[in-house]
């Protein structure tokens, strides 16, 4: 099964306001990444927290990570119509494996 | 300093053929990584490989999927005898030396059709 689990599928927003995905995962994680995937197009790195990390931002983009609940949260502050695209987390397991794990991804449709 | 590259950006292949992706990581960039994605569906991770070496190789297909990347020139997936269940997006990936994930670099895939 997927290591990360996006949540929820889809997200219709208007522009302007804030949009949270979260991500859970079931394994010990070095650390957990959000990427953003334009239709069509590869992915792009948003953001990379580290397993001792509880938040991190980045621009209108702000991270958290609960370690003790396997779980991540993506907040879209102020929200624009170029944001729509699909956003994934991935996560790098613990124990020196490498290799990203991904999960399906949340959809992100901001309606203008 | 240009991005990961793969071509061809689009492959069509009928059943039986073979289809070779390529994919040039970034400068400096000695880990490759590959994935496949399916419609509606998230990346999966398919082989990780370093120079001439195969590092992990837990999510290739057992027949007819292969990678390499050798000391010279790009990393090379190849599936042999394609049927209409390989028609995916690839994505390639590259990171630089080093461990615990460190932000990896996507090309903008190649999507495969089988008809």
């Known amino acids: 099964s997927q290591q990360g689990e996006e949540d929820p599928q889809a997200l219709s927003i208007q522009e302007g306001e804030n949009a949270t995905m979260n991500c859970s995962y079931k394994?010990?994680?070095?650390?957990l990444q959000w990427y953003r995937q334009n239709s069509g197009r590869g992915l792009v790195h948003l953001i990379l927290?580290?397993?001792?990390?509880r938040e991190k931002h980045s621009g209108r983009l702000r991270v958290t990570l609960d370690t003790s609940k396997k779980s991540s949260s993506l907040l879209i502050t102020a929200s624009r119509a170029a944001d729509t695209a699909s956003y994934f987390c991935?996560?790098?397991?613990?124990?020196?494996?490498?290799?990203?794990?991904f999960g399906k991804g949340t959809h992100l449709i901001i309606q203008p | 300093n240009a991005g990961v590259m793969q071509n061809p950006r689009h492959l069509v292949r009928r059943r039986g053929q073979e289809a070779r992706l390529r994919c040039s990581p970034m400068?400096?960039?000695?880990?490759v990584y590959w994935y496949r994605q399916l419609p509606e569906e998230g990346l999966k991770f398919m082989v990780y490989?370093?120079?001439?070496?195969?590092?992990?190789e837990s999510g290739m297909p057992k027949e007819r999927f292969s990678a390499e990347f050798p000391k010279e020139g790009p990393s090379i997936l190849r599936i042999q005898q394609v049927v209409r269940g390989d028609s995916a997006a690839y994505f390639c990936?590259?990171?630089?030396?080093?461990?615990?994930?460190?932000?990896?670099?996507f090309g903008q895939g190649t999507r495969l059709t089988v008809v």
């Open positions: 990936a590259s990171s630089p030396p080093g461990r615990g994930g460190t932000e990896a670099f």
């Open positions: 394994t010990s994680i070095n650390n």
């Open positions: 927290i580290r397993s001792n990390e």
């Open positions: 991935a996560t790098t397991p613990g124990g020196g494996a490498d290799g990203l794990t």
């Open positions: 400068k400096g960039h000695s880990h």
């Open positions: 490989l370093q120079k001439e070496n195969i590092i992990d």
